[in-house]
C-alpha cells in the first residue's frame, strides 16, 4: 500500500530522474557542433506537444475524476480544477514579471538585468521551465496513482532530452566550453526534483484540494508552453514544421498513457 510520505519520496525520484535527462539530451553537445534552427524549432515543438498532452490526460482528467468523487458534482469539479488552472498560470506569469530571465532567441525578459550576467539569465529561464514540469511529476502521483505519476514522468523525462540539447547548444554559442555547457544544462534539470517534491507535498498536505492541485500544475505547464515555447519555435519560417512537430509530441504521449497509464 502505498502510503502520503512514500508518495512524496515517489514524487522526489520520478521527478529527479525525468529532470536528469536533461543531462542526456544535453550530452549529444560533444557530438554535435551545431544545431539548425530547423531542427531545434521541431524538437522543443515536440517537447510542448508532450507537455500539452500530458497536462491533459495526466493532470486535467484525473483532477476532474478526483473533483467528481470528492465533491459529488461534476460542476463544482470542473470550477474546482479551472480555478486551480487560472492559480497555476497566475503564478507563473507572477514570477516571470518579477524574475529577469532571457529566452534562446527572443531575448530578456522581466525587469532589467543589465547587471546579472547573461548565463543566469538563461539559468534562471529554464529554472522556470523545470520547475512546474517537476511539478506536475509530483502531482501526477496524487491519490497514490503511481502509474499515472510512472507515465508522466516518462513523458517529461522524454521531452527533456531535446531541452538539454538546445540548452547546452544555446550556452556554447556565448562560448561557453563544451563541458562547461553540458554540466550546466544537466544542473538546470535538478530544478525538476525540488518541483516534485513540492508538487507531492502538496497533494499530501492538503488532499481535499487535490482538483486543484491537479489543475495548478496543468495550468503552470499551459503558460509555459503559450508564453514561451510555442513563440520561440514560431519565430523563424518552420512553423509549420513546428505545429505538425507539437502535433507528434502530443500523440506520443497520448499513446504512453492510454497504453502504461
Known sequence: MTTDISIVWLGALASLLAGLATGIGALAVFFIRDLSDRLQDSMLAAAAGVMLAASFFSLLLPGLEHGEA???????????????????????YYI????????????????DASHIRR???FIIAITLHNFPEGMA?????????????????????????????AVALSLMAIRYSRARAFTIALLTGLA?????????????????????TLGFAAGAMLFI???????ETHRNKYKTLSTFSLLVGFVVMMFLDATLG
Open 70 to 92: 470528492l465533491l459529488g458534482s461534476t460542476w463544482a469539479a470542473a470550477l474546482l480544477v479551472i480555478v486551480g488552472i487560472l492559480s497555476g498560470a497566475g503564478a507563473l
Open 96 to 111: 516571470h514579471q518579477k524574475l529577469p530571465h532571457e529566452h534562446f532567441n527572443l531575448g530578456p525578459e522581466g525587469p
Open 119 to 121: 548565463i543566469w539569465l
Open 137 to 165: 511529476v509530483g502531482v501526477g502521483f496524487a491519490g497514490g496513482d503511481v502509474r499515472n505519476g510512472y507515465v508522466l514522468a516518462l513523458g517529461i523525462g522524454i521531452q527533456n532530452i531535446p531541452e538539454g540539447l
Open 192 to 212: 525538476e526534483p525540488i518541483g516534485g517534491v513540492f508538487g507531492a507535498a502538496m497533494v499530501w498536505l492538503a488532499e481535499p484540494v487535490m482538483p486543484w
Open 225 to 231: 508552453i503559450s508564453n514561451e515555447i510555442i513563440p
